[in-house]
């Protein structure tokens, strides 16, 4: 059975960069056709899709977002990470990484979250 496992730092200060990784077990990250997603959701708020890497190394972002994130990721550990620059205090949230099968299923595996704050 695939787990998730989000880590990185609690903190950011604002305009500096988050930078997240999701180490897989249980599985494959270049398995096809998987797809690897950031999820996050601020206080009080709903869930929002950030982006995903594929199985084969391509990337999609949230256009709403695109313009300052990345993901990437380190198959020789089975990992994926997002990065995401210049930050605010409104990118406070619970950080998500979970996996899909293709485009258009529902995402079956979830890390348990963790909590970022932006705050100087």
């Not at 180490?23 to 009080?44: C, L, N």
């Not at 313009?67 to 990992?79: E, F, G, L, P, V």
């Not at 990065?83 to 529902?106: I, K, M």
């Amino acid at each position: 059975q695939v787990q998730l496992q989000e880590s990185g730092p609690g903190l950011v200060k604002p305009s500096q960069t988050l930078s997240l990784t999701c180490t897989v077990s249980g599985g494959s990250i270049t398995t096809s056709y998987y797809y690897w997603s950031w999820i996050r959701q601020p206080p009080g708020k709903g869930l929002e899709w950030m982006g995903a890497i594929a199985y084969d190394g391509s990337t999609y972002y949230s256009p709403s977002l695109k313009s300052h994130t990345s993901i990437s990721r380190d198959t020789s550990k089975n990992q994926f990470s997002l990065q995401l620059s210049s930050v605010t205090p409104e990118d406070t949230a619970v950080y998500y990484c979970a996996r899909r099968f293709g485009v258009h299923n529902a995402l079956d595996a979830w890390g348990q979250g963790t909590l970022v704050t932006v705050s100087s």
